[in-house]
């Protein structure tokens, strides 16, 4: 099994509103990683969580804030975000390091 | 730091015809660097990577060759096919960080039929 699963699919959500984005892996995988991707450019890194305990903000807005609840499960709370935090915000996972990474389907987010 | 150039930001090729795509990379210390192909609306899939120590990777129609001393690698697909449609990234890990991938502006791969 070397999926990664993020659910919702799609969300939308007003500026006041707080929302939590969810993502499971069952690879055994000891790294997880949140991602913003804006269209037509890569992924970047915003979080990094190795062996359940966070190892890298990207100098986030305290809008989004990460939770590791255990070494299958990572969320992203959402709240107060702005328009231009509408993108596809992506899950991935490795063993250790960034070495073979696998990528969720992603999170179409939308700020209205 | 790290900066990963890749060219061209968009291919266009026949079906059937050979498909390459060359990134270059800044830090001699890289030692890792991943293929991933993003098809619309879905998240970017691992399809091939190559170690530092190895020049050549091959895996059915996709391979991807480094040159060290360049500080260059390239995807090559061959025998395209519709369903290779889709961005391309190239990436490598610099050694001053084990999680952070360092990624190419993406290549938009076209094949026409």
């Known amino acids: 099994d070397t999926e990664v699963t993020q659910t919702p699919k799609h969300l939308v959500m007003g500026m006041t509103n707080k929302k939590s984005l969810k993502c499971e892996q069952h690879?055994?995988?000891?790294?997880m990683y949140w991602y913003k991707q804006k269209a037509k450019k890569p992924p970047e890194l915003m979080f990094v969580y190795s062996y359940e305990k966070l190892s890298i903000n990207e100098s986030v807005p305290s809008r989004f804030s990460p939770e590791c609840p255990n070494s299958s499960l990572l969320n992203l709370h959402l709240h107060a975000l702005q328009p231009e935090d509408s993108a596809l915000y992506l899950c991935?996972?490795?063993?250790?390091?960034?070495?073979?990474?696998?990528f969720g389907q992603g999170t179409r987010l939308t700020v209205v | 730091g790290e900066n990963v150039e890749q060219h061209p930001s968009t291919l266009s090729v026949q079906e059937g015809d050979s498909a390459v795509i060359k990134c270059t990379y800044s830090d001699s210390a890289s030692n890792y660097f991943p293929w991933y192909k993003q098809e619309l609306g879905k998240g970017p899939q691992l399809i091939i990577d190559?170690?530092?120590n190895v020049g050549e990777k091959k895996d059915q129609r996709i391979a991807v060759t480094l040159n060290k001393t360049a500080k260059h690698f390239s995807l090559h697909i061959t025998e395209t096919q519709p369903e290779d449609s889709a961005v391309y990234f190239c990436a490598s890990i610099p050694p001053a960080s084990n999680y952070q991938l360092i990624w190419g502006a993406g290549t938009k791969l076209i094949i026409k039929p």
């Open positions: 690879m055994g995988h000891r790294a």
């Open positions: 190559i170690r530092s």
């Open positions: 991935a996972s490795s063993q250790e390091k960034a070495v073979e990474a696998f």
